[in-house]
């Protein structure tokens, strides 16, 4: 174990960094959204990448027990950006 007031060892800094770099590509994914919308080539390649290749069409079922049902792909996106909730799924 470390002393308090001792900096991270390079470990530790390669974790601490790895998931602020996350965080921020989930925001960054965000702003795109937000800003071009679901329909930008863009943001249906990430939408894409992150579902194999497919966007799932119609309703979405999700493990959101306060909102298990959304209408479509891009509403459910949406919703995970604006609760900052960017790692829930379908």
Known sequence: AQR??????????????RSLRTAHRASTACFLRR??????????????????????????????????????FCAFSFYRCIKKRYYIKV
Do not use: A, K, M
């Not at 060892?9 to 601490?16: A, G, K, L, W």
């Not at 990430?46 to 959304?70: A, K, M, R, W």
């Open 4 to 17: 308090p007031g001792t900096p991270l060892s390079d470990q530790e800094y390669r974790q601490f960094f």
């Open 35 to 72: 800003l071009y919308g679901c329909q930008n080539p863009l943001v249906q390649r990430l939408d894409e990448y992150e579902n194999h290749g497919v966007i799932p069409q119609g309703p979405i079922c999700s493990e959101v027990p306060e909102t298990p049902f959304f209408h479509d």
